[in-house]
T-cell receptor
Framework: SAVISQKPSRDICQRGTSLTIQCQVD?????MFWYRQQPGQSLTLIAT?????????ESGFVIDKFPISRPNLTFSTLTVSNMSPEDSSIYLC???????????FGPGTRLLVL | AQKVTQAQTEISVVEKEDVTLDCVYE???????LFWYKQPPSGELVFLIR??????QNEISGRYSWNFQKSTSSFNFTITASQVVDSAVYFC????????????FGTGTRLKVLA
């Protein structure tokens, strides 16, 4: 498996501000993802974080709102920009370790936007 | 199209009861993977099991067991002698190796185990 950490674990933010969430993995992985889980809902894939190139976004998510960086194979950041109360969710990063088929998740970042 | 259905939104049981969580999937691929994850109140998704489409053997791990039936496209999860610590949201997921690495998640089943 993989050990994944996220910072911050939770935050309360004001609307119109931005928050950057960090994801750190204990080993190099090619496949890294960012998910959103709105209250009481299932997981929705935001994007695949690609090392050395732009992230691949899913339908309904855009780079201006959710810019992602992936400077190396163990680290990524997701920024939630110009936040509104509708952005209140748990944001999770995940990885599929190379040569494995199972996806492992970080502990999540609980975001509340007032 | 790929789809995962967890028809049970919420289940409540009394401690020590057995409980089965249902998962029905749709896929056009003959090769695929199925997963169960547990999400306790802390929010972290914990991986429980992965099953390959070519391996229909059922699996038991302690109080947990999984019944995979390709004929009915189901991958059900049973907890025997449930405990309060089993209270969580459980997600079933599907991944098709062809194409992308996307997982299709079900909507989850919230299990409440009452003392």
């Amino acid at each position: 498996s993989a050990v994944i950490s996220q910072k911050p674990s939770r935050d309360i933010c004001q609307r119109g501000t931005s928050l950057t969430i960090q994801c750190q993995v204990d080993s190099q992985v090619t496949m890294m993802f960012w998910y959103r889980q709105q209250p009481g809902q299932s997981l929705t894939l935001i994007a695949t974080a690609n090392q050395g190139s732009e992230a691949t976004y899913e339908s309904g998510f855009v780079i201006d709102k959710f810019p992602i960086s992936r400077p190396n194979l163990t680290f990524s950041t997701l920024t939630v920009s110009n936040m509104s109360p509708e952005d209140s969710s748990i944001y999770l990063c995940s990885v599929i370790p190379d040569s494995r088929e199972t996806q492992y998740f970080g502990p999540g970042t609980r975001l509340l936007v007032l | 199209a790929q789809k995962v259905t967890q028809a049970q939104t919420e289940i409540s049981v009394v401690e020590k009861e057995d409980v089965t969580l249902d998962c029905v999937y749709e896929t056009r691929d003959t090769t695929y993977y199925l997963f169960w994850y547990k999400q306790p109140p802390s929010g972290e998704l914990v991986f429980l099991i992965r099953r390959n489409s070519f391996d229909e053997q059922n699996e038991i791990s302690g109080r947990y067991s999984w019944n995979f039936q390709k004929s009915t496209s189901s991958f059900n999860f049973t907890i025997t002698a449930s405990q309060v610590v089993d209270s969580a949201v459980y997600f079933c997921a599907l991944r098709e190796p062809s194409g992308t690495y996307k997982y299709i998640f079900g909507t989850g089943t919230r299990l409440k185990v009452l003392a």
